[in-house]
């Protein structure tokens, strides 16, 4: 599969080039040439197929034969090690599990997946590659556990200071080895500001090999298109008229289940989530893109304020407003209506959702108001005790640490501060 960039200015690329480099020579976005739906009797068979047969036949096209058949299979396997369960809550609302992986956020597949066809390529490569990521909290996790130990590679972690959850930092902080973390006084934008002039520092690049490991990079955004697969799977038999609601930050996620949808996923409508960072839920009430500066939440992995890959769901819909608008809804919510769905979700079902979660709820509920036939799947982005604090003072109840997220908690921190991104880059070229 070839790949084009998105600002159209630079040569086409191969899958393998694309996941070494991250972002085009053009700072575009990488996209793949085509989509080719699968076949009917694809999706018919989902009953008989386990999820890493369907996984391997969706993202096959993307990958192959620059990744021989054989040894995506086994990538895939690998990759998908854990389970993805769908919980119903009522006839018209279920929740899609994303947090059974090793940090215990949906990261965990595309930073597994990434992590393991970076491996691949470099296999036979003496030069090492710099991972630069940043996060807003999930992504540093998935991506050192993902990265640990994968030779040739190292990772290095921007995080803004004191705007991730103290769990999040401990499973980013703590793990040696190949993973640096750097604590930035700023905000996620500006960490992810920072990442983007470092690919595109000449003096730096010439000296390095950097990639990102963001969803920005096709091998980390591409394969949350299994989940939408998953669900379907789980629930096609029982519910006709399945939308997702995508609790939404950069719009990674929500833009792979477009793909899916593309492959020919019978999805009926999507719903991109969101806290007070809305410039998506804005743009299609007004049609005007207008990004602002993130605004802190306690929804943290979905503060922020320039969603690097709308650009890519608009290219799906060829910049087409009302196309777009069809299929996708947008709502916003602030911390409080999140601390009153948490409740309700807790009292109504007795289900604990962690705040990301309880934002996909509340868009489920708002667009069953005009669509009452539909059954509304929310994803669990993560798992509610990675945000003990809130959680734990909504419901009022103690919750029980599971054994990923215990294994990091006696663990001290190791971090660097930096400010500015000077200091990123004497840090790197030291
Ligand atoms: C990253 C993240 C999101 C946002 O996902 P995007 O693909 O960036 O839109 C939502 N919830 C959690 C818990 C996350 O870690």
Redesign the pocket.
């Known amino acids: 599969m070839k790949y084009y960039s998105l600002n159209k200015q630079a040569p086409d690329s191969t899958f393998k080039n694309a996941v070494i480099k991250g972002l085009a020579p053009d700072k575009g976005l990488y996209f793949p040439e085509n989509i080719a739906p699968l076949s009917q009797e694809f999706f018919d068979s989902f009953d008989t197929l386990s999820y890493s047969e369907i996984a391997y036949e969706a993202i096959k096209q993307f990958v192959t034969p620059e990744i021989p058949e054989a040894t995506l299979k086994t990538i895939v396997e690998d990759t998908l090690s854990f389970d993805f369960p769908v919980v119903k809550l009522n006839e018209n609302i279920s929740t899609l599990e994303l947090f059974h992986g090793p940090t215990m956020?949906?990261?965990d597949v595309g930073a597994r997946f990434m992590a393991r066809c970076l491996g691949y390529f470099n296999k036979d490569n003496t030069n090492e590659v710099t991972v630069l990521v940043a996060t807003?909290?999930?992504?540093g996790g998935a991506v050192a556990n993902g990265f640990l130990g994968v030779k040739g590679v190292k990772v290095v972690i921007l995080y803004p200071s004191g705007k991730v959850s103290d769990i999040q930092e401990k499973q980013l902080t703590t793990l040696g080895q190949n993973i640096t973390a750097l604590e930035v006084d700023g905000t996620f934008d500006d960490c992810q500001a920072m990442v983007k002039t470092a690919f595109l520092d000449e003096s730096l690049t010439r000296e390095m090999q950097l990639t990102s490991a963001n969803?920005i990079n096709v091998a980390r955004w591409l394969p949350?298109l299994f989940y939408f697969m998953f669900a379907y799977k789980q629930l096609h038999k029982t519910y006709k008229n399945i939308v997702f609601s995508?609790?939404?930050?950069?719009?990674?996620?929500?833009?792979a289940g477009m793909v899916a949808q593309q492959l020919g996923l019978p999805i009926k409508h999507f719903i991109a989530s969101n806290n007070l960072n809305n410039v998506v839920t804005r743009y299609l009430q007004s049609a005007l893109y207008d990004p602002k500066p993130s605004i802190q939440t306690i929804?943290n992995?979905?503060d922020?304020g320039a969603?690097s890959?709308f650009i890519r769901i608009q290219e799906i819909y060829k910049n087409n407003f009302e196309h777009l608008k069809d299929n996708l809804s947008s709502y916003s919510f602030t911390d409080e209506e999140t601390r009153n769905a948490l409740l309700e979700i807790y009292d109504n079902y007795n289900y604990v959702a962690?705040p990301?979660g309880a934002v996909g709820y509340l868009g489920c509920k708002s667009y069953l108001e005009n669509n009452p036939d539909a059954h509304c799947v929310f994803l669990e982005?993560?798992h509610p005790t990675?945000f003990l604090d809130v959680v734990e003072d909504v419901i009022n109840e103690k919750q029980k640490l599971p054994e990923q997220i215990q294994a990091v908690m006696g663990k001290t921190k190791a971090a660097t501060r930096i400010a500015t991104y000077t200091d990123l880059k004497q840090f790197l070229l030291k």
Do not use: L
């Open positions: 956020a949906f990261k807003s909290g999930d992504t969803s949350q995508v609790p939404s930050g950069n719009f990674g996620n929500v833009c929804s992995a979905m922020v969603p890959n962690d990301h982005t993560a990675k």
